[in-house]
């Protein structure tokens, strides 16, 4: 597990010094039974909270040594970070090179510092929506809390102010308007995961339900 987080901060850090490679493209970047979109569809539960950055919080907490609440400008105070990733929604449409502006998942573990029982992860949004992952899921050169998509501010109804991205799991492990993000000890199932989507959600595997 630590030889995973390290060779993914590894990865992190050299795109973050330009050094990255991009994502490998091979031809079949599409995953099975997904097919290419050009728009950005809106999937939701109906609810499009409207948080402006002043009453916007993110509260971090859990197996943590560090438990935080930030505010807009502490947020935005942390290092930035940019990174373009496919997205790919379980309802069968992807969209290639999503171009993502945020705070890496990785700046957001370092400043909490999880202890070493943390295992997983648990998300809540400010429309009452939750997700799980794993830790080792979230852990990675490409997860972040984005602010800006393709050099926007995030619109609300994709999850603006700040909404996760987690480009290797189907688009639904990604939660629009974050709220909370909790370690856990343990693993508990989210909105959709109570309701029969796989729990894994790897969009190359088609672990579309459980
Ligand atoms: N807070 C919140 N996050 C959410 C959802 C939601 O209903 N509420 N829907 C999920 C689902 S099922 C998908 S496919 C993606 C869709 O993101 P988009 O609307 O920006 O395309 O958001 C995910 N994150
Ligand atoms: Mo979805």
Not at 2 to 24: H, L, T, V
Not at 52 to 63: A, D, P, V
Not at 65 to 91: G, P
Not at 94 to 120: I, K, Y
Request: proline content about 5%.
């Amino acid at each position: 597990m630590k030889d995973k987080y390290i060779a993914a901060k590894e990865r992190w850090a050299a795109k973050r010094s330009g050094q990255g490679r991009p994502a490998e493209r091979s031809g079949d970047r599409l995953p099975p039974g997904q097919h290419e979109v050009k728009n950005f569809p809106v999937l939701d539960m109906g609810i499009h909270p409207e948080i402006s950055q002043e009453e916007w919080r993110l509260t971090i907490r859990g197996h943590v040594e560090n438990a935080v609440t930030l505010d807009w400008n502490q947020f935005m105070a942390l290092d930035q970070f940019q990174d373009t990733s496919d997205f790919h929604c379980v309802t069968t449409w992807s969209q290639f090179d999503m171009q993502w502006e945020g705070v890496s998942f990785f700046t957001l573990a370092e400043l909490v510092q999880p202890r070493d029982s943390a295992t997983h992860v648990f998300f809540k949004g400010y429309d009452g929506y939750s997700v799980n992952t794993t830790l080792d899921a979230v852990m990675d050169d490409d997860t972040l809390v984005a602010h800006t998509w393709n050099g926007q501010p995030l619109a609300v109804e994709h999850g603006g102010p700040a909404r996760v991205i987690v480009p290797k799991l189907y688009a639904w492990k990604g939660a629009k308007w974050v709220k909370e993000v909790i370690f856990l000890d343990r693993d508990i199932l989210g909105f959709w995961e109570v309701r029969g989507y796989s729990n894994t959600a790897d969009p190359w595997a088609e672990d579309r339900f459980a």
